[in-house]
């Protein structure tokens, strides 16, 4: 809806619990129509102002298309909420809702599927969540310290991160398996608990274990957000909501752009792997390659110089506290290398890593590569 080929905004107003949007619909006629998206908290009080003021609003758009959508957190009859007692705020709540619907001349689309789209979370999922976050942490100590690698400092922990990162596969395939394929199960006895409990009710084991479900469906969707999340790499916006479609967009936009699909070869396009790849290696090759033909000439250039403590600070070796305070520095979501770790798992297991982060910065300094 929201392509420029389908619906180009005209103009738009933000409410307390609710958007108005108006434009026009550029498939078939053109139409000029008005869309209400709501998001209406449990006040009573705020639903009133919330009904008085898009029902205004519509009161002066009846002879228009348009479309009032959203979650208004209210229902039209009792049979619609369950394990609640009928007060009299839910009286007054529902009277206010159906005169809302039918003053503005609203239709009510029948629900399709499950007969309730809320159900009351149950507080599970932190304690899981941080299970996971412990259970991590310890496997990467113990493979960590049983990498046995011999080299420089900048090699051993390149290799060591490459051990790990393999291990970490396959560790998280057998401790929380496909969280895709988990997500798919789980919704799926959710839905047969459902029309059961449609049908005939449930019993007490059949209420916990959808409880249950619910929790374990609310972790296994976060997780399937972490991942994306990591793979889009967009540091503007957080974790929260399950923006999957957006992420899944992103990582996609990603891998395209950084995707190289073929070169010019003496004015000639070619996609051929072997070519391309030897053309690129020629030009990195020709490109870096040294040059002993002097080809700047500093003579009699008077530079300033500095003092001998300054020398010793600036040609000493890094301390740790200076490699941490670099790293702290650096955005968590950021990633030194294309597809390897990032800066918020070097954080949080610098206590693990620390040694061999600053022996391979060390190294680096000395050497150069």
Known sequence: MWSNKSFQLSSFVNGRNYTVLEGFWKRGNGAHVTIV?????????????????????????????GCIIGDFNSI????????????????????????FIESSELADIPLVGRKFTWFKPNGLVKSIIDRRDSRFKEFVRSSWASYKVVGRGIFVFKEKLKKLK?????????????????????QQRLDDLDLRDDEDGLDESEREERKSLFAKLSVSKSKQEAIL???ARQSWIKQGD????????????????NQLHGIFVNKKWSDNKEE?????????????ARNDVCQVRLDKVDFNSISEADNEMLIGDFSEEEVK??????????????????????????????KDVVSAVKDFAGYGS
Request: aromatic letters at 14%.
């Open 229 to 231: 999340f990591q793979r």
């Open 37 to 65: 998206n709501i998001y209406c908290t449990g006040s009573l009080r705020e639903k009133k102002e919330m009904w008085n003021e898009v029902g205004g609003f519509r009161q002066g758009q009846l002879s228009k298309a």
């Open 166 to 186: 393999a291990d970490l596969k396959v560790w998280n395939k057998e401790v929380f398996g496909d969280a895709n394929q988990t997500s798919k199960e789980i």
């Open 242 to 257: 399950l923006n999957t479609k957006f992420f899944h967009s992103s990582v996609k936009w990603r891998r395209a752009r």
């Open 76 to 99: 039209r009859r009792q049979e619609e909420r369950k394990s609640v007692m009928l007060n009299s705020d839910y009286s007054r709540e529902i009277k206010g809702f159906n005169d």
């Open 325 to 354: 305070a670099t790293i702290w520095g650096c955005d968590s979501s950021k990633s030194p290398d294309p597809d390897g770790f990032k800066f918020g798992f070097i954080k949080s297991c610098w206590d693990i890593l620390k």
């Open 276 to 288: 391309v790849k030897n053309k690129v290696r020629e030009l990195f090759e020709e490109r870096f």
